[in-house]
Each structure stands twice: as C-alpha cells, then as structure tokens.
C-alpha cells in the first residue's frame, strides 16, 4: 500500500529541512561556552600561563570543531527528517493493513463459529455429571451433580 502524497520536502512549507538552514541557526546561536572559552584564553595569555601564538591555535581548532558540527548537524538532520517522515508513513500503512486483516479474520471467526451451547438445559441422565464444551477445546463438568 503505497503513500500516494507527494513528497513533503517537494513542496512550500513541507517537511523538508534545508542544510543552509541548518548551518545558518547554529552560526546565530548564542554560544556563551565560546565566550568562555576567549575569556579563558585572554587570561592565561595576560597572566603569561599561555602564549599568543598557542592561544590563537587553540581558539582555531575550537572553531573549526564548532563548523564541524554544523556541516554535521547540516547533512544528518535533513536526512533523519526524511527518514522519519518516511518511518512514520510506513507505520501508518502497517496499521492500516493490520487493521484490514483484524477486520477479516474477526469476519471468518464469526462466520465459523458454532452456535453457543444452551448451558441452562438439564443433564439427559439424571445422577449423570452434565458436561458441555467450554473455550479452548475444555470440557466443562458440573460440580451440582
């Protein structure tokens, strides 16, 4: 059964996440760790516990690690929320066809059923243990006789 809807991401306002979006929200973050960190770095560059030269790498590499995860987040995020749309149309199709076989064998399960037995009549031989069929194929005994 497939899903005859178009593409979420194919239309304006669907479902799809742009990677440019993506990098664009987390570069306007507020990012108060990077602050502390420059913070940190000018410290020990005025107390003379880092060099310039060192500093200035560091404060590189802690960038480049924040872009990193941006490109990440840009590629992986779109994709999981396709992937999920898709995951969630799959789920609606299984219940949908779940539903129609439910709806089916409970159909066949009262058509074949046998008619109820009259559990009020009487036992046919006086003295006798009155016996009739109970659920799962169990013979249910009277305890009266």
Known sequence: MA??????????????????LVIALLAA?????????DEALETAVASG?????TARELRYWQRRSLEGLAEHAAVVL??????RHSSDATARESVA????????ATALAREAAPA?????AEPETPG????RSGGAGLTVVSDDD
């Open 3 to 20: 899903d005859a809807s178009p593409d979420p991401g194919s239309r304006p306002g669907g479902r799809h996440l742009d990677p440019g």
């Open 29 to 37: 973050r507020d990012d108060p760790a990077t602050t502390a960190f």
């Open 49 to 53: 516990r880092l060099d310039p030269a």
């Open 78 to 83: 779109p994709a999981t929320v396709v992937a």
């Open 97 to 104: 066809e779940a539903r129609m076989s439910w709806q089916q």
């Open 116 to 120: 109820a037995p009259d559990v009020t």
């Open 128 to 131: 006798v243990p009155f016996r």
